[in-house]
T-cell receptor, first 113, second 117 residues
């Protein structure tokens, strides 16, 4: 079983659409959770952290369900500039070490005019 | 915000060459830096964790003698791919944390695209 699984994608949506990404993780001891975006042939960039209470940043809303080991990202009113690959990332704890980021394969989003 | 600089951004070289990649934290101290590798259409995979002043911790399947890591200061870690071969061609990315807390996000360098001919 993969440690972090995401929707396979790609998602092709028109401008203004609402799009949702889902992610599940296998390690129940995981400590923290993030969504990163990665543009083609570029490094990942932090989009937002994900908290159990849910959090919102403008058009982006992230939610975490620890019981189901499920993370989501909702993008409202999508823009052309939102086109990228969205990576679900989980930080695992390892015996007192600083933790290790586990990346999902990512879901590619293409927003069309 | 926190900035991580990686150099070079693109390398093309012949098989058998050794290639050094630098990762610098520009405005913060990083006791720990991480080195990742990403093949086309694949996830980023952690190769090793670089600890300032001590030996790096390598992930299973990553040869420590092939991927030499040096973290001599709180702002610089280097990865040397020794005697690189075409199968080492990949996108190498470093990251660093500002604090020792495990729940802090990591900041990534721009990545180095390595092509071995």
């Amino acid at each position: 079983r993969k440690e972090v699984e995401q929707d396979p994608g790609p998602f092709n949506v028109p401008e203004g659409a609402t799009v949702a990404f889902n992610c599940t993780y296998s390690n129940s001891a995981s400590q923290s959770f993030f969504w990163y975006r990665q543009d083609c042939r570029k490094e990942p960039k932090l989009l937002m952290s994900v908290y159990s209470s849910g959090n919102e940043d403008g058009r982006f809303t992230a939610q975490l369900n620890r019981a189901s080991q499920y993370i989501s990202l909702l993008i409202r009113d999508s823009k052309l500039s939102d086109s990228a690959t969205y990576l679900c990332v989980v930080n695992e704890a390892r015996g007192g070490s600083q933790g290790n980021l586990i990346f999902g394969k990512g879901t590619k989003l293409s927003v069309k005019p | 915000g926190a900035v991580v600089s990686q150099h070079p951004s693109w390398v093309i070289c012949k098989s058998g060459t050794s290639v050094k990649i630098e990762c610098r934290s520009l405005d913060f101290q990083a006791t720990t830096m991480f080195w990742y590798r990403q093949f086309p259409k694949q996830s980023l995979m952690l190769m090793a964790t670089s600890n300032e002043g001590s030996k790096a911790t390598y992930e299973q399947g990553v040869e420590k003698d092939k991927f030499l890591i040096n973290h001599a200061s709180l702002t610089l870690s280097t990865l040397t791919v020794t005697s690189a071969h075409p199968e080492d061609s990949s996108f190498y990315i470093c990251s660093a944390k500002e604090a020792s807390l495990s729940n802090q996000p990591q900041h990534f360098g721009d990545g180095t695209r390595l092509s071995i001919l």
